[in-house]
């Protein structure tokens, strides 16, 4: 049984048209909505008049959620739904009781994620394993669990929240890397698969912003903390300088940016397949396509704070 709380009681709609009024609440389902971007999505979206499904693993961390959309006076177009994307279980729950409804699914946000930090050679299979699990293989079930909904309504925009961390590689964060390259990469597929089907396939890519992936969603590998906490590791001095070059960088980006974007590619007919957002993601592009390869690594080596 998937707990919940408010249900948005609407009329049937007809899901052979792909532009459907607003005067019938549009639906979209986000998850990992209990913080950072898929809180602030969530409340964004409702208070352009959306029914929004907001997901979380733990519905004991709702209340940032609850509050924030008591403040905005949008409680009762928000639905809370227990799900954790690593649960197949869970997810095929969720699809089942998505597919009972009447109305039809506007909009699948795929949010829910994580940061593992740590050198490569530091990283665990395990931890590599459960990095992916969460950031791309999650993301693509949700996906697959859907599909059959979207792909008989022809219609239906799905979002994936990526990183510029899936175009741009930087050390420290190897596994992040690898599950944000693999996400873009099967997005992209995906949506020349769903063209036929008029479904929308996009990607955000945020450089770096003020949300709690960088402090309550950061997991630090065991080797890392292992080497952190070691007087005579041959590889602290390495971690020592990474570590300090992250924490002295200047406050990051207002992640109500990237809610209010999310809100305007769902309104768009005809959305790009990726859309970077952030000074940093937008500077990081620009310089990997104007410069020469060996110039680019070496920016990106000294940025990073390993360099001697």
Same mark, same amino acid.
């Given at each position: 049984?998937?707990?919940?709380? %408010? ?27 209990? +913080? ?18 907001? %997901?979380?693993?733990?519905? $004991?961390?709702?209340?940032? *959620? ?22 197949? =279980? ?18 699948? !946000?795929?949010? &829910? ?6 050198? =490569? $050679? ?20 949700? %996906?697959?669990? *859907? ?21 741009? $590689? ?8 690898? +599950? ?21 396939? !996009?990607?955000?890519?945020?450089? &770096? ?11 630090? +590998? ?10 005579? +590791? ?11 070059? !992250? ?31 952030? %000074?940093?993601?937008?500077? $990081? ?24």
């Amino acid at each position: 049984m998937l707990p919940y709380c %408010t249900v948005n009681k609407t009329g049937p709609i007809d899901s052979r048209k792909q532009n459907i009024p607003m005067t019938t609440p549009h639906t979209a389902l986000i998850t990992g909505a209990s +913080s950072g971007f898929g809180l602030l999505t969530t409340i964004t979206l409702a208070r352009k008049g959306w029914h929004v499904i907001a %997901t979380m693993r733990d519905l $004991a961390r709702r209340g940032h *959620l609850d509050a924030a959309a008591q403040s905005a006076g949008v409680a009762d177009r928000i639905e809370v739904l227990q799900l954790d994307v690593t649960n197949n =279980a869970q997810i095929a729950a969720l699809a089942a009781l998505i597919e009972q409804r009447p109305t039809p699914l506007n909009a699948l !946000v795929n949010n &829910a994620g994580f940061a593992m930090a740590g050198f =490569a $050679a530091d990283v665990s299979d395990q931890e590599l394993r459960r990095q992916l699990d969460t950031n791309f293989f999650a993301a693509a079930a949700v %996906t697959r669990a *859907l599909l059959p909904l979207f792909e008989r309504q022809r219609f239906g925009h799905i979002v994936m929240v990526s990183s510029i961390s899936g175009r741009v $590689a930087t050390p420290g964060i190897s596994s992040y890397n690898a +599950s944000k390259f693999a996400l873009e990469g099967w997005s992209e597929a995906l949506r020349h698969e769903l063209r036929p089907s008029g479904i929308k396939v !996009v990607l955000i890519e945020p450089g &770096a912003f003020e949300t709690d992936i960088w402090t309550r969603n950061a997991v630090i +590998s065991e080797a890392t903390q292992a080497i952190a906490a070691a007087a005579d +590791s041959p590889r602290k001095s390495l971690l020592t300088r990474w570590r300090d070059r !992250v924490q002295s960088r200047t406050k990051r980006a207002d992640p109500q940016l990237v809610a209010d974007l999310i809100a305007v590619i769902l309104r768009n007919p005809n959305p790009k397949l990726r859309y970077a957002i952030g %000074t940093d993601a937008w500077g $990081a592009l620009f310089a990997k396509k104007i410069l020469p390869a060996g110039i680019f690594e070496n920016m990106v080596y000294k940025n990073s704070g390993i360099a001697n």
